[in-house]
C-alpha cells in the first residue's frame, strides 16, 4: 500500500513525508505537486491508502481537488492540510468528501496526531471484523437498509440525504465494524445480532 502527498510546496511536502515515514516506515510514500498527476500515480502504485491534500495547488480551487480526489478515490481516506485556517473551509472540504482538516500551522505533533488516527485504522483492518459495544442510531438504520439491500439512492431517499452523505456514513460505519464491504457489514450484522439493537 502507498500514501500520497500532495503538495506544490517542496518544504511543506518533504516534513509531511517525514512524518509518514516515521509513523510507518515501511509504506511507501508517493510526493506529487499537482492533482494532474494522480492518475498517473495510481496507475504506477495503485490505489493508496491515504491521500494528504494541500488545498491551494496550481490545478485546484477552492475545495475542487477534494471533490475530484473522493471521485477518483471513493474508499480512500483523505486529509486535507491547508494552510487557511479551519474556519474558512474546513466544513466545505468535509462536505466535498474530506475526512480531517489540519490547519499547516498545527505543528508536526498535531499533524502527526491525526496521522497516526487514520494509519492506526488502516493497520486494524488487517484482522477480523470487529463488533463494536455501540453503534449509533443512524449506523444501525444503515446496518438494517443494506440487510434488506436498498442502494446508495434508495437509503438517501429514505434518510432524505444526500447520496455522498450515504457514501461518507457507510465508509464510517464499515471502519468501524472493521469491514470493507456492505457484503461483509451485513454478514457481521446478522451474525452478531445487531440488526436486533
Sequence with gaps: MSIFVIDDHPLMREAVVMLLRRLRASTQVIELER?????????????PELVCLDLKLPDTNGVSGVREIRQML??????????????DYEDLAREAGADAYVEKSAG????????REFLADEVEDEN??????????RQKQLLVMLD?????????????????????????????????SRSQASHLARTAGLLDL
Excluded at 483523505?78 to 474556519?87: G, R
Excluded at 477480523?128 to 442510531?137: C, F, G, N, Q, R
Design 148 to 180: 434488506r439491500g436498498l442502494s446508495n439512492r434508495d437509503i438517501a431517499e429514505q434518510l432524505q440525504i444526500s447520496e455522498h452523505t450515504v457514501k461518507v456514513h457507510l465508509w464510517r460505519l464499515f471502519r468501524r465494524l472493521n469491514v470493507k
Design 108 to 115: 508536526a505533533a498535531q499533524i502527526g496526531k491525526v496521522l
Design 35 to 47: 492533482l494532474a498527476s494522480v492518475s498517473k500515480a495510481i496507475t504506477e502504485h495503485g490505489e
Design 128 to 137: 477480523a471484523p470487529t463488533i463494536p459495544e455501540k453503534l449509533s442510531k
Design 74 to 87: 471513493p474508499d480512500t481516506s483523505l486529509i486535507v492540510l491547508s494552510a487557511s485556517p479551519a474556519s
